[in-house]
């Protein structure tokens, strides 16, 4: 229902009521709240949901689910869906939510003073929330740095069974693919992709923690993975996954040339979303220093906001050379990755 046809039946309503003689009540104005449809999963969100009711007294409805899943959910529901923002953990998962019709351009004064035009959709459909850095994580026992220096160089048979990473299914694969199809074209890439899928240790399973534990138990050397993750393992309460964060190293990649891989979680703002202005209040919160600082302390994330602090264990990896490539133009190449992956055998 779009908003005349809301007013409509709203003071249809009211006549209703009137009509039938009773007093029209003081409509208090129903209780304000944004509908979040998030692909983050991460507890420490939920500090940031409380942080934005006590500063708007607006509540946060969470419904979770994966990316794709979302999407057609929304794309589902159609003009009635209660969607007022779409959070997802990619770029090119944005990017396929604004492809199905399902975001709507935003112009916010706050997000595009606070977010890096790189990192914001430039049309205003979505905009980075966190950075995340796609990093090599080596076994310290087996790989010295210096035989290390770029994504690319994974594709050497010096790497045959020594590489784990999770499968061509995971969005973040399918950006750091993207972001070669636009460092070297798509043969190339491709070229890449099959060299790297038979240096792999064993087929892909699991999450990026699970690739960083494999390391860590030696049934392989170097890992792809968000650097989050490994803060998550050097942060856990279980000794084991602490001491399996203690056998590995960070590796930034391509520091030489164009820099490492850089991609985001963002939000957008539904295309029907009823709650149009507390949807853009949340967005804006959560570039507010007090929200990057959630969710750089909760999940280990690179804050977006330029001058909000690094978690520490984080800031230990190191500063390094970001890609400077724009979030649009991997999210844009997301397709043409994911077939790739797939003609390169990458399961
Ligand atoms: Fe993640």
Redesign the pocket.
């Known amino acids: 229902m779009d908003g005349l046809l809301k007013r409509v039946a709203m003071l249809a309503g009211l006549a209703g009521w009137a009509l039938a003689g009773l007093v029209v009540p003081a409509q208090a104005a129903p209780e304000a709240a944004v509908n979040l449809y998030s692909a ?3 507890d420490s969100d939920k500090a940031l949901y409380q942080g934005f009711t006590r500063r708007t007294g607006i509540r946060v409805n969470l419904i979770e689910g994966g990316g794709d899943q979302l999407i057609e959910r929304i794309k589902a529901e159609g003009p009635n869906s209660p969607a007022d923002v779409l959070i997802a ?2 770029a090119g998962l944005l990017w396929r939510a604004q492809a199905a019709g399902i975001l709507q351009p935003v112009a916010s004064p706050a997000l595009e003073q606070a977010i890096p035009p790189r990192f914001r959709e430039p049309g205003g459909h979505w905009f980075g929330l966190t950075k ?1 850095a796609r990093v090599l994580v080596y076994s310290k026992a087996r790989v010295k740095p210096a035989e290390l220096a770029s994504y690319e160089g994974l594709a050497n048979p010096r790497w045959k069974g020594r590489i784990v990473v999770r499968s061509s299914s995971n969005v ?1 694969n399918q950006s750091l693919t993207g972001a070669l199809i636009a460092a070297h074209g798509e043969a190339a890439t491709e070229a890449w992709a099959r060299a790297l899928v038979a240096n792999f240790a064993r087929p892909p399973s699991g ?2 923690r699970d690739q960083i534990r494999a390391v860590a138990a030696g049934e392989a050397d170097v890992a792809i993975s ?1 650097t ?2 490994l803060g998550q393992l050097i942060n856990s309460r279980r000794p084991e996954e602490r001491a399996a964060a203690a056998q590995v190293a960070v590796f930034f990649p391509n520091q030489q040339d164009r820099g490492t891989h850089v991609n985001i ?1 963002g939000g957008g703002v539904a295309r029907h979303a009823p709650n149009r202005e507390a949807a853009v209040r949340f967005l804006d919160y959560l570039v507010t220093a007090e929200a990057q600082q959630v969710f750089a302390r909760g999940n280990f994330e690179y804050p977006i906001v330029a001058g909000v602090a690094t978690d520490p264990t984080i800031a230990a990896f190191g500063t390094f050379k970001e890609d400077p490539l724009d979030a649009a133009v991997f999210g844009r190449n997301n397709e043409a990755a994911l077939k790739l992956m797939d003609r390169a055998g990458w399961k």
Do not use: E, L, T, V
Request: aromatic share 30%.
């Open positions: 983050r999963h991460y953990a990619d995340r973040y999450g990026d968000n989050y993750y979680s």
